[in-house]
């Protein structure tokens, strides 16, 4: 087990990077960026955080416009404020506030995920986590898929200790002690029983203690990430005893056994050799992975619309409902 305080973000296999973004931005003006000035910024390429915030890759919204992927999954749980999602699959979303949205690239997928900050009138908080999980290499080319995890339907479990305080735990990926998470893509990792993978948020008051159980593989590798407050961690034979500091603390746990095959990773890019790297670039080049629908590079959503997902099949969800409807 290992424990890190963010903001370094060291992941281990089948993990291959886990990004933190917290940025404080400014009211929204009339496109839905900040309405502050952006000199001095290096726009396309904004990642110093001046005031407090980042425009990242974005040149009137923060975020990142259209860029591919191939080989591995992305998982966004956003924490604060919203995403607008666009890929080349013709699917698309805005989702945040405790939303995850889970992303098989496969063989190869083109996405743009943008923040857009919807309050004129009050400050445009944005927290988010996008981890990436690795495909082996019988699935790095899979067919693409998206999925929405909304906050509504996430389960949780919550632990009591001995004074009375509970720990709530949003059970993204994994059982917990008999919780069953909602259903990874079929193609990930984390589908397979025998991978172990979990992926929890913790939110503990001041000097709350709760045990997670132990993994269910010695082979399995667990990482404690405290995010904000303080906590200690330690091992009770094989499961994992935290306690929260003065404060209280939130802790992001992720686990999982290895893939235990080489990685080769150059950008948006992960497979197991170099050749792999070489053939997803010539692919792309020869195919765009299914040329970009949207006739912008990041499409955003009307200031007023909800949180909502469009599937690449027409099938459109709206957090809440019973059934999604069909455009």
Request: hydrophobic content about 40%; charged content about 20%; proline content about 10%.
């Amino acid at each position: 087990m290992m424990v890190v305080t963010l903001p370094v973000l060291e992941t281990v296999d089948p993990f291959l990077f886990c990004a933190h973004h917290l940025d404080a931005y400014p009211p929204g003006n009339a496109e839905l960026g900040p309405d502050a000035p952006l000199a001095g910024r290096d726009l396309g390429m904004d990642f110093a955080g001046i005031d407090g915030w980042r425009m990242y890759h974005g040149l009137t919204v923060p975020g990142f416009p259209q860029h591919p992927h191939r080989g591995f999954e992305t998982v966004t749980f956003v924490r604060h404020g919203f995403v607008d999602h666009s890929d080349s699959l013709g699917a698309t979303a805005r989702f945040g506030r405790g939303d995850v949205q889970w992303l098989t690239a496969g063989r190869g997928i083109v996405h743009a995920e943008m923040f857009p900050l919807l309050e004129r009138d009050a400050p445009n908080p944005c927290e988010l986590f996008q981890i990436w999980l690795n495909l082996p290499a019988h699935d790095k080319m899979v067919d693409p898929y998206f999925t929405m995890l909304w906050a509504e339907d996430l389960p949780h479990h919550v632990v009591t200790d001995d004074a009375g305080r509970e720990t709530d735990i949003t059970v993204i990926a994994g059982a917990l002690a008999g919780v069953q998470p909602l259903a990874p893509p079929p193609e990930s990792w984390a589908a397979r029983a025998e991978s172990d993978v979990a992926i929890w948020h913790l939110v503990a008051p001041p000097g709350a203690q709760c045990t997670l159980p132990a993994p269910a593989s010695d082979l399995t590798i667990r990482t404690v990430y405290v995010i904000e407050g303080t906590a200690v961690s330690a091992r009770d034979a094989a499961a994992t005893v935290i306690t929260a500091g003065a404060d209280g603390a939130e802790i992001l746990v992720l686990q999982g056994r290895p893939i235990g095959e080489p990685v080769a990773q150059y950008g948006p890019f992960v497979m197991n050799d170099r050749a792999g790297i070489a053939q997803a670039f010539a692919d792309y080049r020869a195919t765009e992975f299914g040329g970009w629908p949207w006739p912008v590079d990041g499409p955003v959503h009307d200031r007023d619309r909800g949180r909502f997902a469009r599937h690449p099949d027409g099938r459109v969800e709206t957090p809440g409902e019973l059934a999604p409807t069909v455009d």
